[in-house]
Structure formats: C-alpha cells, structure tokens
C-alpha cells in the first residue's frame, strides 16, 4: 500500500465512523507565475480529525519513511496540547490503535 493508498483508507475508515477529518496537503503552489509558500504550519500532519471529541493528528509513513524535524516539533505541540498524535505505518495497525482507543 502507498503512503496516498494509507491516507486515503484511513480517511475513508474515519468518514464511515462518522469523525470530523480532513486530509492536508502541505505544498506550495504556482500563483501569477510565483510560487507561494504553504499558510499551514510546517510539520504539520497528513490527517487532521476529531474523534469521540479529541483532537487526533495523523502522520502518514510508509517503509523507510521517517519523521523529520519538523514533524518532530509538531508532533511534541500536539502532545503538549493534550491532543493526540499518532504514526500510521499500516492499515491494520491503525485499526488496531483506533479500537483500543475510540471503541470503548
């Protein structure tokens, strides 16, 4: 499965159990001829949700995928915030995370 293939299920899976969830894509973009610099915050996560009422922030990495310092940072906000953050290597894994926490 590809890191689009993981996001795209674990959206879907969120979708179908009635969370708020957004996909973010930070990338620049072409405006005018010039390219404009992304407004979300750097580092910030692949998948933004709200599950049973908490904050759920979702990175994305697949194989020798790793996190970057940036996403580190990020990361330690959203903890510090009391939100939670959590790293998807796998569907099967994330399901088994989700059920843990959310299916109480």
Known sequence: MTANELTSAIKQFLELNKCHVERVNNISRQVK???V???MMRGTADIHAIIKG???MIEVK???DRQSIYQ???QKSVENSKGIYYIAKDFDSFYEWY???FKK
Do not use: F
Request: charged share 30%; proline share 6%; glycine share 12%.
């Open 72 to 74: 580190k940072i990020y």
């Open 99 to 101: 059920n843990l926490n």
């Open 37 to 39: 610099k992304s407004a």
């Open 62 to 64: 697949i194989g020798k």
């Open 33 to 35: 001829g010039r390219w």
């Open 54 to 56: 908490k904050p759920v």
